[in-house]
């Protein structure tokens, strides 16, 4: 996934190809297990040109030769290329040039929101993310409305899917990402913050105190208070 995105955000340096290499990119889609949509159906759907879906394609099928992604594959290449997390404390050390060391951190600390992560790419509940799931995820994150950024947000949040966020959700994602990221930072964060966050998030959130957060409690607390909006976009920081 890291090595998609590395793909997508080299395009501006790119020159367009010659013709016969987007004839090789729809013929490449037909040799795979999942085949995705036409690029031209994507196109429609999304925020991307057909250009850089064939780019984002060629970099999604490196990643997943069969064309759909499973969770394990999915935590793999989100530990692998997570950009934050433990090489920060080891800039300079000789553990810093081993990719299996910090392979190794990288699982260990991202394994528990690449799972939430996943459930949220994974909008069907079928256990796989093919190349579409993936490309209309990255086009709400990357250029998508604060509607669509905060409806998709909403989803993330809602781990079982029942249309609510309940108190234990939002600290399972919360702790998530502390686990990824707190204890990188400078101070350390106390082993309390993540509560301390959610009680103050729900406080907010739960205009009507029945103990969970509707999709339009939501989007009214996210637009309302400017600091609830940019806490809540932690998680496009560690796409």
Not at 91 to 110: I, N, Q, V, W
Not at 177 to 184: C, R, W
Not at 223 to 231: C, H, I, K, V, Y
């Amino acid at each position: 996934m890291g090595a998609v995105m590395g793909t997508f955000s080299s395009l501006q340096t790119k020159q367009r190809r010659p013709s016969k290499d987007k004839i090789e990119d729809e013929l490449e889609m037909t040799m795979v297990c999942h085949r995705p949509e036409g690029l031209e159906q994507l196109e429609a759907q999304t925020n991307f040109t057909k250009r850089e879906l064939q780019v984002l394609y060629r970099g999604f099928k490196n990643e997943c030769p069969s064309g759909v992604v499973n969770e394990e594959t999915f935590k793999q290449i989100y530990a692998q290329f997570f950009p934050h997390g433990g090489d920060s404390c080891l800039k300079g050390t000789p553990e810093f040039s081993s990719a299996s060391h910090r392979s190794a951190l990288y699982l260990a600390d991202a394994s528990a929101y690449a799972h939430y992560l996943f459930n949220a790419f994974d909008t069907t509940q079928t256990g796989s993310v093919k190349f579409e799931d993936f490309v209309t995820a990255l086009s709400i994150l990357l250029r998508g409305s604060v509607y669509e950024k905060l409806r998709w947000t909403f989803n993330l949040y809602d781990i079982n899917k029942d249309g609510y966020i309940n108190k234990e959700e939002m600290m399972d994602i919360v702790k998530a990402i502390y686990d990824m990221m707190g204890k990188y930072t400078y101070p350390v964060l106390k082993e309390d913050t993540p509560r301390q966050h959610v009680d103050v998030f729900f406080q907010k959130m739960d205009k009507n105190k029945d103990g969970v957060v509707t999709l339009d409690e939501f989007l009214e607390s996210c637009q309302e208070d400017d600091n609830l909006m940019r806490s809540l976009q932690l998680f496009q920081n560690v796409m």
